[in-house]
Structures are given as C-alpha cells and as structure tokens.
C-alpha cells in the first residue's frame, strides 16, 4: 500500500491561559514564538499559537489552543509526551534548567537505550528532551538555552493506548510507518527514510481510562504528519477510505497549510499536512516571526470582535526584530500565495460570525 507521510508536521495542545504557555514554552523549553493566529472552527476567538526551532522548520512545530474555558481529561487514546531532540549529554543542562525554574521534571531515564528527561507544562502537558546526535537543524536560542544544548525539533512523539494492534494496524497499513522495536510498554514505529521526526512510540497502557476527545485544558488535541502536497493529501484520503476508516474530514484550509483529520482506531485523532507555497512567511517576514496577531484573510474584517476576546499576550525579548538588523526577504513562493491563487483541490472554510460581547451594566 503506497503511503505519503514523511514524519511529523506538527502537534497540538491544549493548555489553559495564553500568557502562561507562551512563557512556558519560550522561556522553560526555550522555543522561538513564530506565530500567533487563530481557531479557524467555530466562532469563539482562541489562540492558535505556533512555536518552533529557529527556522520554523516542519517536524518542530508545536501548537496551543489555549483552552481555560474548561478542563479536559488527560487519558489513553491519546498523544501523551511532545518529544524534542537535544545534543548528546544535553540532558544534564536540562535538568538543571528545569530545576532553575522550578518545573516538575523526570530527572534522567533511558527508553531504547536513549537518555531523556520529561517535564510538565503548568497545565499538566508532558514534554521529553531526548539526546539525538544525528539532528543538526537550527535551535532557537535564548539568554538561558545556548546553541549547544537547544532543542532542533522533534524527535517524535509518545501515544497512550489501551491495545496496540489496532493502532500498530493503523500506522503501518494507513500511513507506511514500519515497526521498529519493544521496550517494555513502548512500542516503537518510524517512518522510513533520513528526515528527523519520524518516530511514534505506542504506549500500552490497559488499564488507563480514555481521555476527552474535545477542546480541554491540559490535553493533547492532535499529532499531524507533512504529507508535502495537495495531491498527496487526497491521496491519503483515498487510502483511509479503501482501509476502512470513512469518516476521514474533508480537506480543511488553515491559511498555512491545507489539513485533513481522521480519528485512528486508539482514539488518536490524526491529521495530514500539505504546506501551502510560502508557509508561515505569507504575512511576515523570518526577523518579525510570531510578534504580532494575524488573522486569514475571512476572518479579517472581525479583528475588532476576536480581538476584544482575547487575553492580550506579551511577546517574548527574544522574538522581537533587533533594530538596525537586515531583514531577509520572504521565500518567493509566499509572494506567489499572497497573489490570490485558489487552491489546485476543494477546501473548506469555517465561516464564522464572531460578536463583541455585550458588556454587564
């Protein structure tokens, strides 16, 4: 069965208050902020906040729907640990880091044969930094995370089930990954070929409740996989389809990228990620990253209703362009985006009707 996955695109989550995990993941996991947008479903305004490595690279891209309007259950069925790459022997710097700020932390463990360390988000998201020698992407860097101990991206991800073999049908029949090895509990499954990113380790947990599958603080909402093109996308589609697994979305536009989700039989729900031409570079340039809101363009002429429902957020020193710096031009494919060409294949778009509430006399 041919498949298209190359690794992971990107993974969502869900914490609580907005400033509270741009401080977490800027300043404690030391991520560059890259872009600050919206929940393109429904019409209450959330943040969508993208964070990754220096480039914006795909496969280190994690984004938060900051979620404080309810709590979710964190359980089996899904993605339970969003894990990053570091240098070898980085791990000692990270647990002092974590120390440093005081977030609950693993100390140093070994899952085949590998050191990691696992932290806690405020919100209770668990996050691994695992040593990987073989990642040489870009880090971001901070006053406290240097060159040398920074995350490149991810390694991949750990997924919480309550049986494996329907899951391990899924990876291996659905999207080409290939069992790779056990290690206890964990199940280990890659992607073939060289780009990082490109591991998902099932996690047999049978006696662990379910998790919520909606919107919910503390909880893991997806993990998507770059498929690199449209056409390739409704081709997976296809091939969920010929599998079984009919109640795979229609093809939905995120402005970035184009996306199509289907909930796999563990209770994950999967998404699939064409990048549109220019990616993230459509509405900033790599210097202004992530330092000021930006809508799509359906949304636009709602900006005073979103905004007003949004808890305002401070951008991170390190994220704001340094004066007198020369900025580096836009890919040429972000230019050609912006043009106003449609889309090669039919996407959805949530057309939502956003009101400015009424205030209490």
């Given at each position: ?109 070994e899952r085949f044969g590998t050191k990691y360390l696992r932290v ?236 400015t509430p009424k205030r209490s006399k």
């Amino acid at each position: 069965m041919q498949t298209f996955v190359l690794g992971v695109h990107h993974i969502t989550l869900c914490p609580g208050r907005a400033q509270e995990d741009v401080d977490f993941f800027t300043q404690v996991l030391g991520q560059r902020l890259i872009k600050q947008t919206v929940l393109m479903d429904g019409s209450i305004p959330i943040y969508h906040l993208y964070y990754g490595n220096a480039d914006a690279d795909v496969g280190s891209i994690a984004t938060s729907f900051p979620y404080d309007r309810k709590p979710g259950r964190a359980g089996s069925g899904q993605l339970s640990a969003t894990s990053y790459t570091v240098p070898k022997g980085a791990t000692t710097f990270w647990k002092a880091h974590f120390d440093a700020h005081g977030a609950e932390h693993s100390g140093v463990q070994e899952r085949f044969g590998t050191k990691y360390l696992r932290v806690r988000h405020p919100a209770g998201l668990l996050f691994e930094m695992i040593e990987d020698a073989s990642d040489h992407r870009n880090p971001w860097t901070t006053k406290q995370v240097s060159k040398d101990v920074g995350t490149r991206g991810f390694f991949g991800a750990v997924l919480s089930v309550r049986d494996v073999r329907e899951q391990e049908s899924f990876f291996v029949d659905a999207l080409g990954f290939r069992k790779v090895g056990v290690d206890g509990p964990y199940h280990r499954f890659e992607v073939p070929g060289t780009a990082a990113g490109r591991i998902v380790d099932l996690h047999h947990e049978p006696d662990r409740a379910p998790g919520s599958w909606g919107f919910g603080a503390g909880t893991a909402h997806h993990i998507a996989f770059n498929v690199e093109t449209d056409e390739a996308l409704v081709k997976q589609k296809a091939i969920y389809e010929e599998l079984g697994y009919t109640d795979a979305s229609e093809v939905k536009d995120r402005f970035y990228f184009h996306s199509m989700y289907v909930r796999s039989p563990g209770g994950i729900l999967v998404e699939c990620t064409a990048n549109v031409p220019g990616g993230f570079y459509q509405d900033e340039t790599p210097e202004e990253l992530g330092t000021k809101l930006h809508l799509p363009p359906w949304f636009e002429e709602q900006r005073a209703a979103i905004v007003s429902q949004l808890e305002p957020i401070t951008v991170p020193e390190e994220n704001r362009p340094k004066s007198g710096a020369k900025s580096a031009p836009r890919p040429a494919a972000a230019a050609a985006h912006k043009s106003g060409a449609e889309p090669a294949i039919p996407v959805s778009r949530t057309k939502a009707a956003f009101e400015t509430p009424k205030r209490s006399k």
